[in-house]
């Protein structure tokens, strides 16, 4: 972990030390702002007229159970620390980031309008009391569901399959009817349409909430964010992946020409292997990013090569590797039977 932040750039280790209260950090001039507004756009656009999600500035995407607030993660509103998300995790994306906040938006206004308690919601969606569990085993291409986020993320409960049936329903051009013909989702679709159309002018029962802990309340200092939040990722453990990957890339040790460290091109490519990854196999995405590191790492360590000629081949291959290890976890609970 220090190792990592000693890579940082210096403006950046400057506030490694700096409770982040003390950051100064605010969604109003941020980056962030112009997305906030571009959910309420899209919200008004869909005749939602009564109701804004409050956002805040938090520890994680999130909506607190049964409020009808919206928490997005610190880091994004400062240049400084995105680059340190960045370097730590993933960071997101424009892309990413309407994704999140309009499902989040999707939980903000079940508990707005407390849909979740109405004979329909539960016949349609299910119980919202049902246990909530972070490990759940998806049913690949499901079309019970919508798919919006990564991991097959409406599987989850009932209170997410209406936050991503909502997503689907608010994302511009989505063309949900045509996309989800002949689906069980689409019930659900037309569900959200039909009752939006119904309160879009009616006021919310419940037009404010309460927040999980605010970027003012947080007295951890920014190094000890990441400490934290990195010990408490899952690993995929010692995999005995030494004879696969010198499969993979093949080259001779006298050959000097036309090559570069295999380590390299997987580096370079790492983010787009954990996004697809986590999208397709529904294995959480920290678990998803340490097992794509893992490989990366033993590449290293194993002085691998690459043919330059031959790239879109290696990650073609790695794609569909690191895919049947994924699989393989999501079926039996671990990466390599032993």
Same mark, same amino acid.
């Given at each position: ?208 909430? *309460?927040? %999980?802990?605010?970027? /003012?309340?947080?007295?951890? #200092?920014?190094?000890?964010? &990441?400490?934290? =939040? +990195? ?73 691998? *090569?690459? %043919?330059?000629?031959? /790239?879109?081949?290696?990650? #073609?291959?790695?794609?569909? &590797?690191?895919? =049947? +290890? ?13």
């Amino acid at each position: 972990m220090r190792a990592a932040f000693e890579k940082a750039p210096p403006e950046v280790q400057e506030i490694l030390g700096k409770p982040i209260r003390d950051l100064g950090l605010k969604l109003e001039g941020s980056p962030l702002e112009r997305f906030v507004q571009q959910l309420y756009r899209e919200l008004d656009r869909k005749g939602l007229k009564k109701f804004r999600p409050p956002c805040y500035l938090t520890d994680e995407w999130g909506c607190p159970s049964g409020e009808p607030v919206i928490g997005i993660p610190f880091y994004l509103a400062d240049p400084k620390l995105a680059r340190l998300e960045k370097e730590m995790n993933d960071l997101e994306d424009a892309r990413q980031i309407m994704m999140y906040l309009r499902h989040e938006a999707g939980h903000a206004i079940n508990y707005a309008y407390a849909l979740h308690k109405t004979a329909e919601w539960k016949q349609i969606f299910g119980p919202y009391r049902k246990p909530y569990r972070d490990v759940y085993r998806p049913i690949p291409f499901s079309r019970s569901f919508v798919r919006h986020m990564e991991g097959w993320y409406a599987q989850k409960h009932p209170d997410e399959d209406f936050a991503e049936t909502f997503a689907v329903w608010l994302t511009p051009n989505s063309r949900w009817r045509q996309k989800y013909k002949g689906w069980k989702a689409l019930d659900k679709l037309l569900y959200v349409d039909r009752t939006f159309r119904k309160l879009g002018k009616t006021d919310p029962v419940r037009p404010r909430g *309460r927040t %999980d802990i605010t970027v /003012e309340e947080m007295d951890t #200092t920014v190094a000890e964010f &990441y400490e934290a =939040a +990195l010990s408490e990722q899952p690993s995929p453990g010692d995999l005995p992946l030494d004879t696969d990957l010198e499969d993979i890339f093949k080259i001779g040790p006298r050959r000097k020409k036309g090559v570069r460290p295999a380590a390299d091109l997987l580096r370079e490519n790492r983010k787009s292997l954990v996004d697809k990854l986590t999208y397709w196999s529904g294995v959480q995405r920290p678990l998803v990013k340490k097992l794509i590191e893992s490989i990366e790492t033993r590449v290293a360590e194993l002085n691998l *090569r690459a %043919d330059v000629k031959c /790239e879109k081949e290696y990650l #073609t291959e790695i794609t569909v &590797y690191a895919t =049947a +290890l994924a699989m393989n976890y999501v079926a039996r609970g671990k990466f390599v039977q032993t």
